[in-house]
DNA sequence: CAGGATCCTTACCAAAAGGTGAGTACCTGA
DNA sequence: TCAGGTACTCACCTTTTGGTAAGGATCCTG
C-alpha cells in the first residue's frame, strides 16, 4: 500500500527496506559482494524467484549494485552501493534492539529466536 | 509471511515495526501520550480501523502502553512503553537515513517527499 | 427524541506481498 | 541424449495487509 507522500525520513526508509526479505540480504550483503547462488544458500528460506525479485528491487533502490560478468557459467554479483552501506550502518541501533529483545519479540509471534552470535 | 525462525535482532525488529502505520505512529508517540482521536488526527491517511487495529498490535507487542479511564466520552491513552521509547531511539539513525535520501527515494517509487520540517 | 462527543468491532472486499512449479538461456562432461 | 553447473522469467495461486462501510457502546445537551 504504496503512501501519496512520505510523512518522514522514517516513514520512507521503511518503504525502502520493508518486507520479509530486504534487511536479511542487506546483512548477507554486508560481509562483502555475493553471487546469486551465495545469497540463496546465505538467506535461509528464500526461494531463488524471490530473491531474484528483491534484489531487482533493491537495484532499482540504489542499495546494491549488481554486476554482470560475461561467462559461463551466468556469474552476477552483488554488493552494497555507498548507499546501502550507509543504510546498514543506519540499521545497527536497530538490529541491537532486536538483539537485546530477541526473546520476548520470539514468544509474542510464536516465532523460534535467532540462534546466537 | 511470519518467518518460522528469525535469523538477527533485525530480522526480529524489522517484524515489530513493519506495514504501513507502525513507524508513524510509533513517532507520533514520541512527543507523549496521545488519545485515539489525536492520533488519528496526527497520522494522515490512517483509518479509525486501522488505527485502531495497529495500535492493538503494539500493544501487544509491548512497545505501547493502552491507558482506559473510566469516564464519558470514553477516554483511551496511549504512549511509547520504556521498550518502545528504546526502539524510538534505535530509529533515529535509519530515520536520519531517510530524511537524506528522500527526494532520490520518493522519485523513484513515485511518491510525494516529505515536506521539509 | 436527535445530535454531539469519544472509542471500538464486524463483514466483506481490494491490494500487495510472497510462494510453487515450470520453463528459459549458456556451457561442459559422461 | 542425459546430467550437472549458473542465473533468470512467467503463470498462476495463496497469504497477508490494508481498506470501506456499517454497526455498536457510553453519556450529555438541545
Redesign the pocket.
Known sequence: ??PRSYACGLDAAIDVIG???KALILWALHHGPM????L?RSVS??????L?Q???EMEADEIVH?E?FHE?????EYSLTSLGVRLNEALLPLGDWGEENMRAIARRRGVEPAPRH
Chains 1, 2 share one sequence.
Open positions: 500500500m504504496k518486507g520479509r526479505w553471487r546469486t547462488g551465495e540463496r528460506g528464500i526461494s531463488e524467484k524471490m531474484i528483491v534484489l531487482r549488481r554482470v559461463v557459467p551466468p556469474r552476477v
